[in-house]
């Protein structure tokens, strides 16, 4: 039996995903990794929806817009979904505990993938980014760790939990508090003065990272801890080797960046040997009647909140430090100035 998606899946498309009909009214489907093709009837049809798979409809939905068999849409959905250029969105309904932890486990893991697949990255590892934005970027990292300092302290103060896990928050803020002066004296060694990074005003889409962060560890301490899910996702398993390699490339297409490179790997390794990658909201899946499915709405809809923020951190760096008159550092107001 061919494997079909669920008449109330639904689906993403991914981002990576370029979809385009043939001249004999097929489909062509392509990634980095794969391209795939369908003809007849099921080629028509991802032509037809390409548009609407946003997340927004069922495959019921489709079926119906389509006017055809909703057993077709399923299967073709189903094919795209195992290539991974589209998700289900509907997976995390109505889930709870441990089913809940596994559903969400894939869905940061396609959210980690798209953000990724950003053209500020692809732009990146080409080597093509200019100068003003390989500096931009860790300028805007830089202010990103150091919110640590704020949003994970909020976290712990407003703990809504028992004791041990209220702990368990305050201890990882403590793990992370320093670490924003790694970023600071690689910037440095590139030649940036301290206060000049330091009062740097963050980028607005910076801004709007670090305030929803705050803002939820102030309000919903589960739908925070879910937010780390997401955050220590990625597409690939983080290793030494896979670290070394990653910075390596990096520091020789922008040897001038090297040393803060450098401090972008010394921080990487040291969260690594962490090995955070069991979180608290995995444990508190685990409490008996905890996360219900009413939490795990909110749980969803802040890592998806997340996704967003982390999409347009990146759509800002590239778009304010790639333009040609881009100031890096961005120059903090000087009140002096205007009264002298
Ligand atoms: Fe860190």
């Keep these: 039996m061919t494997a079909v998606a669920a008449l109330g899946a639904r689906p993403i498309r991914s981002a990576r995903a370029d979809i385009r009909g043939t001249a004999d009214g097929g489909a062509v489907v392509e990634t980095d990794d794969y391209m795939l093709e369908f003809d007849g009837a099921a080629g028509s049809l991802i032509v037809q929806l390409a548009g609407r798979l946003d ?34 969105l509907a997976a995390v309904d109505n889930r709870s505990g441990g089913e809940l932890r596994a559903a969400l486990r ?70 992370e508090a320093e670490h924003g002066d790694i970023f600071l004296r690689g910037l440095e060694r590139c030649g940036f003065a301290h206060e000049a990074v330091v009062d740097a005003p963050p980028l607005p889409a910076t801004n709007a990272l670090k305030d929803y962060l705050f803002e939820l560890a102030c309000s919903d301490t589960i ?22 390699r990653f910075y390596g490339e990096l520091t020789r297409v922008y040897p001038f960046a090297g040393p803060m490179f450098q401090a972008f790997h010394d921080h990487a390794l040291i969260d690594v040997e962490a090995g955070h990658e069991r979180t608290i909201f995995d444990d508190l899946c ?47 107001v000087d009140m002096d100035a205007f009264t002298r």
Aim: aromatic letters at 10%.
């Design 55 to 88: 997340g927004g409809d069922t495959v019921q939905d489709l079926a119906a817009a389509a006017a055809c068999d909703p057993s077709l849409i399923a299967e073709v959905i189903k094919t795209l979904q195992v290539h991974g250029a589209v998700f289900d």
């Design 106 to 175: 894939q869905e940061c893991a396609f959210w980690a993938k798209e953000i990724q697949a950003h053209s500020f990255w692809r732009t990146l590892l080409s080597g093509a980014a200019n100068p003003e934005t390989v500096f931009g970027w860790g300028i805007e990292q830089f202010h990103y760790v150091e919110a640590a300092n704020e949003y994970m302290a909020a976290a712990a103060a407003n703990c809504r939990l028992d004791h041990g896990v209220r702990m368990r928050i305050g201890k990882r803020f403590a793990e």
């Design 286 to 332: 685990d409490a008996p009647g905890l996360v219900t499915s009413v939490v795990g709405r909110r749980a969803v809809d802040a890592v998806r909140g997340l996704a967003e923020h982390f999409i347009l951190f990146f759509d800002n760096i590239e778009t304010y430090y790639g333009a040609r008159d881009a100031i890096v550092p961005r120059r903090a």
């Design 223 to 244: 739908a925070t801890e879910a937010t780390f899910n997401l955050m220590q996702s990625s597409s690939e398993p983080l290793t030494k080797e896979g670290l070394a």
